[in-house]
């Protein structure tokens, strides 16, 4: 933190976000951070629309996954309108295109999925044939391994239009992250809390992933108290695991990593869409090399036949 005091932060910031209320909300938040920390800088919020708001109809795995999110901020950045872009770390590729470096990563919120249904508490009251909303293949996957009487059908769009969407009476229920509706204020639609043991979360689930060009590294001591230790290291570990598989939200692949102590603990997976083969390992490692602590895992998954499971899809 002494870093900030010896450093000189740029007279202006501007910060490139997506539009939807959950990107305006970590924008802004860490707009009133970087203020706090530089009370003389001017800092902005560059508000964008990207291709992934704008093709709602098609599940994201067949329009080509999370890059759709970003590339839009990244245009932006690296023609100097904005000097950073806030996303959801989620939302982030496992390889970030050339010329473009995460700076920091931020606190993470509640990783878990959450239960959102307007007439069942939870997931074990549904009864068969209800239809659960979501688009995300890993949540399909670990959700027909435990209830296989379920139907799951596609739901895209910002959370304020899965919410209608739920109340227009299209599913019995849906999931959707936790740390999204907590942020919104929208927590009290949570019914139940899926805990990480039953849907294990998506890589990154929940964290705040700041990026700036390449051709600003004078950005990096200005950025760096924004950086979370914890959530970084363990969030490298998760996308190392997914890097490692050719993970992306086109396969049912999830991880999440916790710090003990000098640790990381790690648990992912892979199944198929069905959720009718299932693979769980876990991996415990050195803070020092989480990236090679996710890739330990995947060899893991990969020794018991993830691959194959993979290839499959
Ligand atoms: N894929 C969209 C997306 N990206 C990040 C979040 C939620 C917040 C987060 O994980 O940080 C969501 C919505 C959801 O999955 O319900």
Redesign the pocket.
Known sequence: MQNSKLHTPPKKLVIASRESA?AMWQARHIQSRLQALYPETEVTILGMTTTGDQILDTP?AKVGGKGL?VKELEIALADGRADLAVH????VPMNLPEGFILAATGER?DPRDAFVSNDYATLEDLPANSIVGTS?LRRQSQLQARFPHLKIESLRGN?QT?LRKLDEGQYAAII??A??LI?LELGNRIRQFIAPEHSIP?V?????GIEISADRPDLIATLAPLNHPDTQVCVEAERGMSRSLAGS?TVPLGAYAVCEADSIRITGFVASVDGKQMLIETAVGSRANAEALGKTLASQLVAKGADKILAAL
């Open positions: 959950l994201l999110f959801s770390m989620k939302d919120e995300s959370l899965r959707l992250a740390a999204g942020r998506a990154g689930q929940g964290a705040l939200c």
